[in-house]
């Protein structure tokens, strides 16, 4: 199956990373709040790790070849660790650039245009994450999908951030902004989390989705009514790729050709349920052998 290239969403990542870089370091700048410093600094996090992202859904989209033969679609899970690790490095640096804003709080200045500056920036964000999301889902794309919720969580920071600035210019109280920033930070330290354990679920070949190992399973019931039975259904997920072997029992009596034209029919069945690219793999077995029932699992067991 041809999928289309994914990587004019990443350009737009890049784009509204650089766009976002200047407006909310040019609102830290007008109004020297920590708070705004710590947005500014995930921006740059962002922009790299959309960089990052633009190499490895190259690598991903790359065809396969002899050395690799299943393809380079787990090059995905890389750049969402990557996109993780640097989004806690970036949490820590803003925690270290708060801690003595707490102790020693300091005045802000130009409040106003700054928070103006920085709810453009947000809408840039904003914008382009639900883009990012709504293709990541449509394609299965790890890639986008991190990047969209990178982007979505850098939204979530600006809005606490700009709160936070908010009561500040309210209550007077200086030691808000440094607060506002280490809690940001701690939510960052979440979404970074949660980005490198679900690419380390990729890359220990976890399952395909519940809802869609039923849709499959639906798809092989409803054979049963031409006397077709089937087991030992394994599934993976690489990156945008699926990967299903399913063993078809069929009766003994059937020809290699009829045998062989079913399997093709349940192959291309289980593949039409899908968008995004599927392998499907099938054992062809005669339901009336008993040794038929030793290959349930990844190890086959002999009698």
């Given at each position: 199956?041809?999928?289309?290239s994914l990587k004019k969403f990443i350009y737009l990542s890049i784009a ?16 020297d709040s920590v708070g705004l410093f710590s947005d500014a600094l995930e ?261």
């Open positions: 199956m041809q999928t289309q509204a990373a650089i766009a976002t870089i200047i407006l909310k370091f040019l609102a830290w700048y007008l109004t921006s740059c996090v962002n922009l790299v790790a959309a960089i990052i992202a633009l190499i490895m859904i190259t690598l991903a989209e790359k065809p396969a070849d002899e050395k690799h033969a299943f393809g380079h679609s787990k090059a995905e899970y890389f750049s969402s660790a990557i996109e993780g690790g640097m989004i806690i490095i970036a949490a820590f640096s803003i925690i270290w650039s708060a801690i003595p804003r707490v102790i020693h709080p300091q005045s802000l200045d130009n409040v106003e245009i700054g928070l103006l500056i920085s709810v453009g920036a947000s809408g840039i964000n904003l914008m382009v994450a639900l883009v990012l999301l709504k293709n990541g889902r449509k394609s299965n794309s790890i890639i986008l999908e991190a990047d969209g919720k990178h982007l979505m969580t850098d939204v979530y920071t600006s809005a606490g951030v700009l709160l936070g600035i908010g009561l500040v210019k309210l209550s007077g109280w200086l030691v808000l902004d440094g607060i506002v920033a280490i809690g940001v930070a701690l939510n960052i330290l979440w979404s970074g989390y949660q980005l490198i354990h679900r690419s380390t679920t990729g890359l220990l070949d976890a399952g395909i989705p519940e809802a869609d190992l039923s849709r499959i399973i639906k798809a092989l019931e409803s054979f049963k009514s031409l006397d077709i039975e089937y087991h030992s259904l394994l599934t993976r997920q690489a990156g945008q790729r699926k990967f299903i072997a399913v063993h078809i029992l069929v009766p003994g009596h059937w020809t290699t050709l009829k045998s062989h034209d079913t399997a093709e029919k349940i192959e291309k069945e289980i593949r039409n349920l899908f968008a995004a690219p599927v392998t499907v793999f099938t054992h062809l077995e005669p339901k009336e052998d008993p040794v038929s029932m030793h290959d349930i699992g990844i190890d086959r067991h002999d009698p």
